[in-house]
């Protein structure tokens, strides 16, 4: 079974662009969660969604949104980017209990999306 | 507050010497999952082991083991006989229960490196 990919797996942009990432979760997993990670930060929870729906979500401003189709991939988009914006975004996938993925789910993520910020 | 500590920054040792990584978490919640994860240099988390908070016993799964306290919050992984492709970030992280979903928080990593 395929694992989670993410795409583009390396991105440069300058200061106020706008960049969409991509992912792929495991088939049959319903929920994807997203997480920004620099070395001063480490791992952030950004959102994580369900069947299309962010239950979800961090404490990222605005610029950081999301959005997950019917067929489970989701994107996210950071708007108006900034230096700091300068990170590795990991998907991560998990295949929901009966009643909806939750914390007893085991994530898989993907390899990542490397964000450069000029 | 939910949190995740990991002491340790950095760990080196020698092939084959044993190594345990420290994991120290909070949490307000009486239910709730600790997992393990490798991040090797290319960048993927890889899922290592999990526990939830209900089961105290400790396993060994292959050179992986992993020692869950309640008591003294303290989810400590293990490495036995620790080879050169151990080298790695590993991460401790707690996932905890929320209306309609669910959050996990990370710790802030041990970078391993396992010396030949």
């Known amino acids: 079974k395929a694992g989670v990919t993410q795409t583009p797996r390396y991105l440069i942009k300058t200061r106020g662009q706008q960049v969409t990432l991509s992912c792929s979760p495991i088939?049959?997993?319903?929920?994807v969660s997203w997480y920004q990670q620099t070395p001063g930060q480490g791992l952030q929870f950004l959102f994580e969604?369900?069947?299309?729906?962010?239950?979800n979500k961090g404490n990222f401003p605005g610029r950081f949104s999301g959005r997950q189709f019917s067929n489970s991939r989701s994107e996210m988009n950071v708007s108006t980017l900034e230096l700091g914006d300068s990170a590795l975004y990991l998907c991560a996938s998990s295949f929901p209990g009966t009643s909806g993925a939750t914390y007893t789910d085991t994530q898989y993520f993907g390899p990542g999306t490397r964000l450069t910020v000029l | 507050a939910q949190k995740v500590t990991q002491a340790q920054t950095e760990i080196s040792v020698v092939e084959k010497e044993d190594v345990t990584l420290d994991c120290v978490y909070e949490?307000?919640?009486?239910?709730?999952?600790l997992f393990w994860y490798k991040q090797p240099p290319s960048g993927e988390l890889v899922f290592l082991i999990r526990r939830n908070s209900f089961d105290e016993q400790n396993e060994i799964s292959g050179r992986y083991s992993w020692n869950f306290q309640k008591s003294t919050s303290s989810f400590n992984f293990t490495i036995t006989a620790s080879q050169v492709v151990d080298s790695a970030v590993y991460f401790c992280?707690?996932?905890?229960?929320?209306?309609?979903?669910?959050?996990?928080?990370f710790g802030a990593g041990t970078r391993l490196f396992v010396k030949a």
């Open positions: 992280a707690l996932s905890e229960d929320r209306t309609g979903g669910f959050k996990t928080i």
């Open positions: 088939s049959g997993h319903r929920s």
């Open positions: 949490t307000r919640d009486t239910t709730y999952y």
């Open positions: 969604y369900f069947s299309e729906t962010q239950r």
